[in-house]
């Protein structure tokens, strides 16, 4: 039987008890075990193994914590309240990690599990009985980790949309384009570029800066060729563009032609009116330095008949210019022909200026003759001994009534109130 110690304990030196817990520990005396069970030195007390089950918990949670990036630590002391965790840091080791897996996959191993002084010594070791824990924290991801291509398409399509909407074209078109570099059949990319390029281009256009609006016009139909409003603001302003290196240099007439040909297409686009008359009147004027009165008549009067503010000046040189019709002399008048004969009009085509009208007349001298439109002060047509007359001042294809005058101001038979319009070349023979 066991003895008992003053205080009323089992005597741990009692034989016995000693055989009885030598007995329960390794066996019946005589059973050698095949496999030397590890016992701590005499005096020391031997670390508590935790659980299996609880050491597989613990390896799920830390691979866990390391694979979201979070760390999470608990720090016990030995009055049971929470210990401030510790700020120094370290990534759990390799040798923790295949230790810990080890007693996982073999629970049955725990008699032989491998002791605390075999694992490394680290910060992140936790114990149980430990007067702090330390903090594990995983080790950030590698900065090398690639970026998202498309995430960033789609990140720069949004802004553009953003940047299209507040009409900031420069930024829109900054954005689009790079997009439309990489990827041009990204979603509807080629569509915002291009639509893109041809707003700002109408933010542009004004007289001021016709060059940088036919830039983005350009920009717009090299990404869509077939956009139809670019294509037309792009022919508007070549010719604008033409009329202004033209009249720049000096070239009067090719600039008058280039803007004529503009009105044709827009009668008001931007300021082509205001710039046609100034053109016509420089060119009417050096027109009459060189003594070409009758080019220069011709020129004033289109210069009077354009839909500007003022046009006094133009109709002051065509009043100057207008020759004044006198009596004609009884030894040069042209002889009157016989009542019976008279001018048979018919128009050839309408290809000349919409603001002018062509005559000719056959079979019969027209010196000194000269036609006017009836109702239209300033517009007068005189023949050359040719029975060859043109007179402009129209507005553009207008209809009208023509009259033919001898040089005295009679009418010629067959020449009075005959119908016509502008742009018209007729022919009258004399029959």
Not at 155 to 172: K, L, M, N, P
Not at 347 to 366: A, E, F, Q, W
Not at 407 to 421: E, F, W, Y
Request: with cysteine; net charge negative; hydrophobic share 40%.
């Amino acid at each position: 039987m066991p003895t008992f110690n003053k205080h009323g304990e089992i005597d741990g030196q009692d034989d016995e008890l000693q055989q009885m817990l030598r007995e329960k520990e390794i066996g019946a005396i005589g059973e050698i075990p095949k496999k030397q069970v590890h016992r701590p030195a005499p005096g020391v007390r031997p670390q508590r193994m935790f659980p299996p089950m609880l050491i597989g918990v613990g390896v799920a949670a830390l691979l866990l914590l390391v694979m979201i990036g979070v760390g999470v630590g608990v720090a016990i002391g030995r009055s049971g309240t929470p210990a401030i965790a510790s700020t120094q840091i370290a990534a759990p080791t390799n040798a923790a990690v295949t230790v810990a897996t080890a007693a996982l996959l073999a629970p049955e191993a725990e008699a032989a599990a491998v002791p605390p002084a075999a694992l490394p010594a680290t910060e992140a070791t936790v114990s149980p009985t430990a007067e702090s824990a330390v903090l594990l924290v995983p080790t950030a991801a590698s900065a090398d980790t690639p970026v998202d291509t498309e995430a960033m398409m789609a990140i720069r399509y949004t802004d553009g949309i953003s940047a299209y909407t507040r009409q900031d074209w420069g930024r829109a078109a900054e954005l689009f384009q790079s997009i439309y570099s990489e990827n041009e059949q990204y979603l509807d990319i080629s569509e915002k570029l291009s639509a893109t390029y041809y707003n700002w281009g109408m933010s542009l256009l004004d007289p001021s800066q016709p060059a940088e609006a036919l830039d983005k016009f350009n920009a717009t139909l090299s990404i869509s060729p077939t956009h139809q409003l670019a294509l037309d603001q792009q022919q508007r302003l070549v010719l604008y563009l033409d009329a202004l290196t033209a009249r720049d240099g000096g070239d009067l007439r090719e600039a008058a032609i280039k803007l004529e040909e503009l009105r044709d297409i827009q009668s008001d686009y931007l300021d082509s009116a205001t710039m046609l008359y100034d053109t016509y009147m420089a060119y009417g004027a050096d027109l009459e330095s060189q003594k070409k009165l009758s080019d220069a008549l011709r020129i004033y009067q289109k210069a009077a008949a354009l839909p500007v503010e003022d046009t006094s000046v133009a109709k002051a040189k065509v009043k100057a210019l207008t020759p004044t019709a006198t009596p004609r002399p009884a030894a040069a008048a042209t002889p009157r022909p016989a009542a019976a004969a008279r001018l048979r009009f018919s128009v050839l085509n309408y290809n000349d200026n919409p603001s002018c009208i062509s005559i000719r007349i056959t079979g019969i001298g027209t010196g000194g003759w000269y036609f006017t439109v009836d109702g239209v002060g300033g517009v007068v047509g005189r023949f050359d001994t040719g029975g060859n007359a043109r007179a402009c001042g129209l507005s553009g294809g207008q209809e009208v009534t023509l009259t033919i005058h001898y040089p005295d101001g009679g009418g010629v038979p067959g020449g009075t109130g005959v119908p016509s319009r502008g742009s018209a070349i007729m022919s009258a023979p004399w029959k």
